[in-house]
């Protein structure tokens, strides 16, 4: 550009008032410069999959069975036909014929009788307090090492809700911190809280100390992802803005899938905590060639350092530009870092309650399905598999839609079709058991799978609604309450099948009596 045409351009830009978005014309939408960062933050985007989903892994509840009063080598797996006797002596058998979890009979030697099964006859059943644990799924878990079953059982959906506390209190702090001091530092004390809590988790010794660490890798993984989300947003003009944040959430099962890939080879609690902790060490290395949010810089008053990253952005993607592009730019003047600015309107307080309460639903479903794979019939890695997977086409769903239909009306439709899918699984689940465990499965993936285009869409409407001064809480505010459904929902999933476990007992008690019935009346007559 020769100087004729530069001083026609700034006149031109001088003569009417710009909105920021304005300025990527010029300079590029998304250029390689913005490409070099974004692959930075989409890394960053990736690797807290793995956070979220520790809990599949790290808190797996494997088969066990109490253990055999004064045996101290019993193992779950039957080492042959006289260990196979003790088991069958001391260990009663459920409504399904299966060893019971939790109970063994209480036998005295001295006055103990037996049945032609070798079984105890009237003998009492006590609780017992050591496990044996079926390692064919996992070497070992913390459930395994702190014995976290039947009245323990509790504590594993409670340090799941801990977790989304965690993240809870992360939405809000690392929301108001970040457009208090700017989006790249704030990532820097995110990776640092991170990776040194989820280093300590890996030498937790009890589960005080576990759920406490879980706590903060909560927090520290919510300010992770969103950081780099929105740093990632305002890097992108408008044109590109949606299909780059769409773009960047279909890569985020990546990540579970490595979360996957570690825990199927290490099969050991600790060495899948350290697995997942190595890649922050890889961001926090990476961190040095992120650029701050020119947004936020512009919108905290530093006008000059906001020109500056511009102007070496533009001249990254062989444009030429200068700083004086603020010069007419419309500041917004939202006080940043302030929630109770989210309410400073009606309009805008209507709009920040409607997209919270979508948060939550779309959350609650998406990680309830997520992080209850064990509920699924067939194998649990498979499961989980497929649970990832299907992630991926309700990412390109929205990619698809979301310009067809309309950002509300397509939300509506995966929220409904979703919604219908999880209600169906009642019934297979009720009235088909094992024989309808495809169809089963079937109907929660379809349900994640519009989850997830539920969930993609409200983060592209979260982000293109709130004001940019307040962008960061506002997003941070509205997904806190998707943590509050997180935080409720393994006490509802455990609430819905203690019923169901309940309904199923009672029918097959009934079909057993039905069963029954004609040969007692046979032998009667």
Known sequence: MDIYNSIQFLASISARTMKFDDIFKEIGEFGPYQRRNYVVLMFGWMITGPIMVLSVFVMGN???????????????AIQGPNHNSLVHKYIPLDVDGVYDKCNLFNIDQSAASFDNDSRPINASKTKCSAWVYDKTLFYETFVMKENLVCDNKYKISLSKTIFFAGVFSGSFCFGMISDLIGRKKTLLIGVLFQLASTLALAWSQNYLMYVLLRFCTGAAVVGVFMTTYVLAMEWVGPSRRTYAGIIMAFFGPVGDLYALLISYFARDWFWILLGVSLPFAILFLLYCFLPESPRWLYGTGRKKEAGLLLEKAAKYNGKEASSKLLDNVVLEKKEAGKIWLLFSDRRLGVRTVIISFNWLVASMVFFGLSLNTGILYGDYYINFLIVVLVEFPGHALPLVMIDRLGRKRSHFIYMGVGGLACLSTIFTVNYGGQDLQYLTTALAMLGKLF?????????????????????????GSSSSWARVGGMIFPFIADTILSILFLTYTTRKRELNLAAMLPDFLRRTW
């Open 451 to 475: 989850a997830t285009a539920g969930l993609i869409t409200i983060y592209v409407l979260s982000a293109e609604l709130f004001p940019t001064a307040i962008r960061n809480v506002g997003m």
């Open 62 to 76: 494997p088969g066990h069975r109490c253990q055999i009063p004064g045996l101290g080598n019993d193992t779950y």
